[in-house]
């Protein structure tokens, strides 16, 4: 049997997964992947079988860190694996989908590589077994076609689930000014927007992609503002800024893996406007979720984070 023609890349520093076939652009796709802690395989290793509505079943490690655990789960909207998953040939380490979309684009899970559903779907179509796969932890240097895409239930318009969005492609239309979410989820009125201390020294691509687009600091400076109301009211804040903190470090990450934010990406037109797209909607969610967290911390919820 000849050689697979596609070939699996993995990095760990981008969180992304590049699909490479000849004759094609090269696709690009966000992965969770394993947890601080966890081990992560790294160098190559191969598709060895591919799998359909997946039974997940889990390790002995995992049961005993969690007894409760059942022995199997079968397919299902409950099922951790999704509805596709791509074994490896490493012991208990799969390319699969996920019953947790939040979770792709960070550091979430027992050592696979979790996708979201559309994209897993993509790749279990295109992929044969015993196409080769490499894991390193540096960035791959990969530049190519990429595929703006923006948090799981926030799309830039336009842009459909596997699309990519050619280097050559015009830049979308600008950005919409901000509208204030509905105010049964923010508290009326709308927050002032608080500008990024961080902006001056900022060196991250995230924060020098939003601290340079004024669009984009508007939206980040809302959910700051509305962090900053709820705090002054507070006796003893500490508790709860770091769980604001927490939050907003977490949602840092997994926008950076998921619109592709990464140094040296403003420097291209159309990578740099599909970043910002991204980043609008992903933006625009935050102040929902921010809002949301501060009802959970006011009715007295887990303040050490979710």
């Given at each position: 049997?000849?050689?697979?023609?596609?070939?699996?890349?993995?990095?760990?520093?981008?969180?992304?997964?590049?699909?490479?076939?000849?004759?094609?652009?090269?696709?690009?796709?966000?992965?969770?992947?394993?947890?601080?802690?966890?081990?992560?395989?790294?160098?190559?290793?191969?598709?060895?079988?591919?799998?359909?509505?997946?039974?997940?079943?889990?390790?002995?490690?995992?049961?005993?860190?969690?007894?409760?655990?059942?022995?199997?789960?079968?397919?299902?909207?409950?099922?951790?694996?999704?509805?596709?998953?791509?074994?490896?040939?490493?012991?208990?380490?799969?390319?699969?989908?996920?019953?947790?979309?939040?979770?792709?684009?960070?550091?979430?899970?027992?050592?696979?590589?979790?996708?979201?559903?559309?994209?897993?779907?993509?790749?279990?179509?295109?992929?044969?077994?015993?196409?080769?796969?490499?894991?390193?932890?540096?960035?791959?240097?990969?530049?190519?076609?990429?595929?703006?895409?923006?948090?799981?239930?926030?799309?830039?318009?336009?842009?459909?689930?596997?699309?990519?969005?050619?280097?050559?492609?015009?830049?979308?239309?600008?950005?919409?000014?901000?509208?204030?979410?509905?105010?049964?989820?923010?508290?009326?009125?709308?927050?002032?927007?608080?500008?990024?201390?961080?902006?001056?020294?900022?060196?991250?691509?995230?924060?020098?992609?939003?601290?340079?687009?004024?669009?984009?600091?508007?939206?980040?400076?809302?959910?700051?503002?509305?962090?900053?109301?709820?705090?002054?009211?507070?006796?003893?804040?500490?508790?709860?800024?770091?769980?604001?903190?927490?939050?907003?470090?977490?949602?840092?990450?997994?926008?950076?893996?998921?619109?592709?934010?990464r140094l040296g990406s403003e420097s291209d037109p159309a990578v740099a406007a599909a970043a910002r797209s991204c980043l609008a909607g992903a933006l625009s969610g935050r102040l929902e979720d921010v809002a949301k967290r501060i009802a959970e911390?006011?009715?007295?919820?887990?303040?050490?984070?979710?």
């Amino acid at each position: 049997m000849g050689t697979p023609a596609a070939r699996i890349v993995i990095s760990l520093a981008d969180r992304r997964l590049h699909l490479l076939e000849p004759g094609r652009e090269v696709r690009s796709f966000p992965v969770a992947i394993g947890r601080p802690g966890v081990a992560i395989p790294l160098g190559d290793s191969a598709v060895i079988r591919k799998r359909r509505n997946p039974t997940w079943r889990p390790t002995a490690a995992q049961r005993r860190a969690k007894p409760s655990l059942p022995l199997s789960v079968p397919p299902g909207p409950g099922n951790p694996l999704g509805r596709f998953a791509l074994d490896l040939g490493w012991a208990a380490i799969a390319i699969h989908g996920t019953n947790e979309p939040d979770s792709v684009g960070r550091r979430a899970s027992a050592g696979c590589f979790r996708m979201l559903p559309a994209d897993i779907e993509a790749l279990f179509d295109a992929v044969p077994v015993g196409t080769p796969v490499r894991v390193q932890r540096d960035s791959t240097g990969i530049h190519p076609t990429v595929e703006a895409r923006a948090a799981p239930t926030v799309r830039p318009a336009g842009v459909s689930a596997t699309a990519p969005v050619r280097a050559t492609v015009s830049p979308p239309s600008p950005l919409p000014p901000p509208v204030p979410p509905p105010s049964s989820t923010v508290p009326d009125p709308p927050p002032s927007p608080v500008p990024d201390p961080r902006c001056p020294t900022a060196t991250a691509p995230l924060r020098r992609l939003i601290c340079d687009t004024p669009a984009l600091s508007v939206l980040d400076g809302r959910a700051r503002g509305l962090q900053e109301r709820f705090l002054a009211g507070l006796p003893d804040r500490a508790d709860a800024a770091y769980a604001l903190l927490r939050d907003e470090r977490r949602f840092d990450d997994r926008i950076t893996a998921l619109c592709w934010i990464r140094l040296g990406s403003e420097s291209d037109p159309a990578v740099a406007a599909a970043a910002r797209s991204c980043l609008a909607g992903a933006l625009s969610g935050r102040l929902e979720d921010v809002a949301k967290r501060i009802a959970e911390l006011q009715g007295g919820g887990r303040v050490a984070g979710r």
